[in-house]
């Protein structure tokens, strides 16, 4: 087993206004901003970036465009300085003229033409520039996922799957406590269910155990990140949102290239489907078919074709820790494969562990 940071660092990072307390006060969030976004295409030349009247920040024109003067986010300033090969922290530093003048001369005189994708947002104030990306981004909206979300789990408060509570208990949610979290570059939702929990015999040392049952989904309309799902089994969930005692973690990416929508409807969606509605007997199935499943080659050839030599008496060793015997099966070497990821600081590599251990019960 081993510990989940995702929600934790969300937790700890995020300000107030980027905390949400239902999954349909999201959904109403984000049809408000997709009905005041507007995205188009335009060649590199025919953008233009300029001081604010008081030389106090930029501002950027897009020729052609109906639309006022627009106000990069922090963000899409990021954008606009990479594609015009200027470093934004060096932008950033200088005074907003020469800044401009930085960001023009690589649209328009360093980098041969090229169409960019822009992202921007006006609902009655100033515009405001939220994106600069490829013309072929694939955009996956928000407000599409939270219209699923909604659909197969409710407001996320009073279903089966919900904002996790504290240590397995039900709490009220907060924006102190909750798990749901979107800014002007991305979102974040975990959501769990911790009712319907997968009792695990002979879990640990002869004891019986119970699993819930959680995952993360993660996206950006703006080019800050992939979408993103990833499943898992757990213990509980703190006070500070790390979740503890995670195991069969299994991640899916979808690259916003052309085909992300397509791709989310064609495979995200029903996948969360099943996984919402499926019964836990599914889960407690493959578990058990883990446990019975005798290593078909030694142990000690197994391990060091899945995961290396000089890795067989360290899992070893960490089973006999564990569980106070050798390992025999395929679910044994889940649990030592797990527990050593605990001893992991880096977050790719012990992810990377957990996934590994959770495709073997499968295999």
Known sequence: MSELMQASHQWATR???QRFTSLTQMQ????????ASHAIVRASRKIEA??????AGLLVSVQGEDVDMLAPTNWSFGQLAQIAEAPASYLRSLASPLAADCI???LKVKRSVEDVGLLYHKNGGPAQLRAATGPKYGRIWNADILDKLVLRFGDGLSGDWRVPG???????VTAGNT???ASDRDCFIFLADEDHRIEIPNRRNGETGTLARGFFLWNSEEGKSSFGLSTFLFDYACCNRIVWGAREYAEVIIRHTSGAPDRFIEEIQPALKRYA???TASVVHAIEDARKAKLQDDVDTFLANRYGKRMVQ???DVHDAEEKRPIETRWDVVTAVTAYARSIEQTDRRIELEKDAGELLTA
């Open 166 to 172: 504290e240590f397995g208990k039900r709490v009220d």
């Open 104 to 106: 023009n001369y690589g």
């Open 179 to 181: 798990t749901l979290y």
């Open 277 to 279: 509605e499926s019964s």
């Open 314 to 316: 360290v899992l070893k």
């Open 15 to 17: 300000p107030d206004d």
């Open 28 to 35: 109403k969030h984000f049809h408000a901003v997709r009905e």
């Open 50 to 55: 300029m001081p604010t009247p008081d030389n």
